[in-house]
């Protein structure tokens, strides 16, 4: 399976802004996708988690309330709503999948990665 992320880029701090993840390769509903962040010499952690098969979703505590992630089964994608914004989301976003579905969404489960899309938020 393949994923490619876009929508990154600049945004104002409580602004807003969307990710997408474009899944090819492998059924699309078969899938549970992931989204996670990274900044430089820390862990990768998740954002967010979608499955699929039944719609069922997980977000972590960073996300709650502010993010919102679904997917569009017409397109094989999944987005990324994120919403007011903080200087600390700023990260490099990576969507992944994953076969089979785990509370929490662990990394470790995700074994297919997307190259990652810039988000840099300013004051």
């Known amino acids: 399976v393949r994923l490619v992320e876009s929508g990154g880029g600049l945004v104002q701090a409580v602004g807003s802004l969307r990710l997408s993840c474009v899944v090819s390769?492998?059924?699309?509903?078969?899938?549970?996708i992931g989204w996670f962040r990274q900044v430089p010499g820390k862990e990768r952690e998740v954002v967010s988690c979608?499955?699929?098969?039944?719609?069922?979703?997980y977000d972590a505590d960073s996300a709650r309330d502010r993010f919102t992630i679904s997917n569009d089964y017409a397109k094989n994608a999944v987005y990324l709503q994120m919403n007011d914004m903080k200087l600390e989301d700023a990260d490099v976003y990576y969507c992944?999948?994953?076969?089979?579905?785990?509370?929490?969404?662990?990394?470790?489960?995700?074994?297919?990665w997307g190259q990652g899309t810039q988000v840099t938020v300013s004051s």
């Open positions: 979608i499955s699929n098969v039944d719609g069922r979703t």
């Open positions: 992944a999948a994953a076969a089979v579905w785990r509370k929490r969404c662990p990394k470790s489960y995700f074994g297919f």
């Open positions: 390769g492998d059924p699309f509903e078969d899938w549970t």
